[in-house]
């Protein structure tokens, strides 16, 4: 993978599948194989919600594998409603990888993961 293909851009993917995985809590997968190829634990996305009425909201990348990725997140206000109601087959575009990630494959020692409720979505992939 060259440096270029590391560098954030807009990706235009379709959504693979939505779960209501609590009331308020919604996981969003969508198909974005130059994403996952990409993406570190810890890196996240803007999310641009399908009207474009109003901004991009941050997500930290929940799970990347194969050509899927997900987006975990509480139903907290207008552009988080709205990109709760995506379905199969719907566009949404997101622009990422963003932040430096980080790698643990090298840690000599144990290391403590903590997070709480959705806060987990920016740990999966290190736990993994």
Known sequence: MTTLDLLP???ATLVTDRRVLAP???LVGFDAPELVA???PGQYVMAIPPTGESAATAFGIYEAEGKR???LF???GT???E???LRPGDRLDVIGPLGN???LSSATSRVAIVAGGVGIASVLLAAQ
Do not use: K, P, Q, Y
């Open 69 to 71: 990725a997900s987006l």
């Open 38 to 40: 990409a993406t570190r």
């Open 9 to 11: 851009r807009v990706h």
């Open 101 to 103: 990630g980080f790698d």
């Open 83 to 85: 990109l709760s109601e």
């Open 74 to 76: 509480f139903i907290t």
């Open 24 to 26: 308020g809590v919604v």
């Open 79 to 81: 552009r988080t409603r």
